[in-house]
């Protein structure tokens, strides 16, 4: 029986990101691929942790933390949030992950202020902004967005970085940059109103080129590593899905 191990489909994602990036005329290096292990056990975690990933998004607060916990000392993984956060789970977020990339609202990021951990770094986040009107339902207003981002960077339990958007879905290039370079702008004029974030979370399987033409830092890339997702409770329930 031959037992080569074909390379782990991240190592070809992480390939093609640093084409794009090379092809926007920037440096691969400022481009920290997150790859979306949601609906996927721990098993698939660990096989792309030994291909080299260390960046792990997860959407669903129970099935994220219990991940986290099952592999507690998984060399150098940085967990990342980012999905829809209630705030009766802020807590379980705040003690578990490194990044959240949803904060949509005061009243949670005061929560995962208060909530995190002493021992730990301050929980990086970033605020997620509804970029493409009435298409997405998650993220708030543009025009909302200095005045949380002002409340935010005065938490002592967080260290705000920047903004993210999961635009609705656009058949080409051209018209998927639009959103992208609507966060950078946003990104652009806080920084004229003397607050700098070094970050934006946008791009994921679909149109990562396009995110990273806008200037991601932080793309989240799932079924282009992992493969396409089973409906949500079979891939969370531990049996193998069906081949
Ligand atoms: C699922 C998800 C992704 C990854 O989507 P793919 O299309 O599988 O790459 C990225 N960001 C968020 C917020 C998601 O929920």
């Not at 998004?57 to 507690?72: F, M, P, R, T």
């Not at 000392?73 to 990339?101: C, T, Y």
Request: one cysteine or more; aromatic letters at 4%; hydrophobic letters at 45%.
């Amino acid at each position: 029986m031959s037992d080569t191990a074909a390379p782990h489909p991240v190592v070809a994602v992480r390939a093609a990101l640093d084409a794009a990036a090379r092809s926007a005329g920037r440096d691969p290096a400022d481009i920290t691929l997150v790859a979306v292990s949601k609906t996927f056990p721990a098993e698939a975690v660990c096989a792309a942790h030994a291909a080299g990933q260390r960046h792990f998004g997860e959407n669903y607060v129970q099935e994220g933390c219990a991940k986290i916990d099952a592999l507690g000392n998984l060399d150098g993984a940085v967990w990342h949030f980012i999905g829809p956060l209630q705030s009766n789970k802020s807590r379980m977020v705040a003690e578990r992950f490194d990044w959240v990339h949803s904060v949509d609202r005061e009243s949670i990021a005061r929560r995962l202020s208060e909530q995190r951990p002493a021992g730990k770094l301050p929980l990086r986040v970033c605020i997620q902004v509804n970029v493409s009107g009435e298409a997405s339902k998650s993220g708030i207003e543009p025009d909302e967005v200095l005045p949380l981002a002002q409340a935010v960077a005065a938490l002592p339990r967080l260290e705000l970085r920047g903004l993210m958007a999961i635009p609705a879905p656009a058949d080409d290039a051209a018209k998927q940059r639009v959103p992208f370079a609507a966060l950078r702008h946003l990104r652009d004029q806080l920084a004229s109103q003397g607050i700098h974030l070094p970050d934006l979370s946008m791009g994921m399987s679909a149109d990562y080129p396009a995110a990273v033409e806008e200037g991601a830092t932080l793309v989240r890339i799932g079924s282009a590593i992992f493969g396409a997702r089973q409906a949500r409770l079979a891939a969370t329930s531990g049996s193998e899905a069906p081949a």
